[in-house]
């Protein structure tokens, strides 16, 4: 009988589970989307298996009443949980 074959992903960089492409971010620029009205984009220090992250010159835009908010903080520690998206290379610009 003829051993069925195991999927491999070896040798083919297309294929990245969500954890291998978060750790190539490191020391990158990412655009975080929150659950909710806030954005994020700072520089990528670390994250756990929750996806709890650490960014460092980070810029939080936020929609309120009067109209977009943009706080800057040196760094901070965001909870996994309420991450709705991440996208590699920051935001892109408005033009």
């Not at 978060?22 to 954005?39: A, L, R």
Request: proline share 5%; glycine share 8%; net charge negative.
């Amino acid at each position: 009988m003829i051993a069925p074959k195991k999927a491999s992903f070896q040798g083919n960089p297309s294929h990245l589970m969500p954890s291998e492409l978060i750790d190539k971010c490191i020391n990158s620029k990412i655009w975080v989307i929150m659950k909710g009205d806030k954005e994020l984009q700072g520089t990528l220090r670390g994250f756990d298996v929750f996806v709890n992250m650490v960014l460092e010159d980070v810029e939080e835009y936020e929609m309120t009443a009067e109209g977009l908010r943009v706080t800057h903080m040196d760094q901070i520690l965001l909870n996994g949980n309420n991450i709705a998206v991440l996208v590699p290379g920051g935001k892109p610009e408005e033009s």
